[in-house]
């Protein structure tokens, strides 16, 4: 089975093409392909509270191409989900009528709590400890999901406006990060032992400069180190010598900020990073969709 993906996020709009296989007891989901467009919606909305008309166009024209994409591939089912950047921009509602317009897609403006549910959708835990206590850390261009999950279960979820972008921006507020570091500790406090499970782009990306690999773990000093590292560059060298993305050597600093902070509040020993996002989030979603139109358990 194939699907789709389209996550329409503050810093970069991405398409994902999988594959899903069933055998038997064990289902394996397959990244055929992965495009991605940082086209950046945050810089605007995180300031301006609406997108420009020049990085309206380029949303449009992105979505159009991703149909024409889609189309190609043939997916059985796809969807289109935008977060923060979408969430907060005033001509949101414009913006998704004219990519239905024009490219044929709808596009689905989610609130916190639904991507934190997506995200988790990928039910990383139980693939770990099914006892075990942990807390998902999602660190977007525009917001940060918490997730604790313990038994894998679900124990409590809150979106912060706490984002890449939007610190890069000068958008967040010292109440911000004080009302993440109090929902940490008010919700782990009675939690022992709670191992971190961190997702974006940045951690990903973290985990390769430590020279980790994916199922390997992260403890709050690798990511310091690399933290370190990568402040002594400027934005230049970081892409020139460190061989990152113009789009991800400067928000990788406040990325990494966000995950000391939370690693630190939560007395997390260590963090796993399964390499896996939103968009594999919703590729799941599809696929349960899938099976419970056939029926299945």
Known sequence: MKFAAIDVGSNAVRLLFTQVFENKDETFFKKDSLFRVP????????????????????????MMAFKYLIEAYDPLDYMAIATAAMREAENSREIVKAIESEAGIDLQIIDGQREAEIIYSNHIAEKLDKKGNYLYIDVGGGSTELTLISGSVIVNSHSFKLGTVRLLEKQ???????RMKDWIKETTSEYPSITGIGTGGNINKILKMSLKEEGQTLSYKNIKTIYD????????????????????????????????????????????????????????VLYEKQKTMKGQP
């Open 229 to 284: 590292l990568v402040n002594s560059y400027s934005f230049e060298d970081r892409i020139s010598k460190l061989n990152l993305r113009p789009d991800r050597a400067d928000v990788i600093i406040p990325a990494t900020k966000i995950f000391l902070k939370t690693i630190k509040w939560a007395d997390i020993k260590e963090l796993y990073v399964p390499s896996i996002g939103l968009s594999d989030g919703i590729i799941h």
């Open 172 to 178: 967040v507020s010292k109440t911000e990060w004080q």
């Open 39 to 62: 086209i950046r919606l945050g810089e605007d909305v995180f300031v301006k509270r609406k997108i420009s008309e020049k990085k309206k166009d380029s949303l449009i024209k992105t």
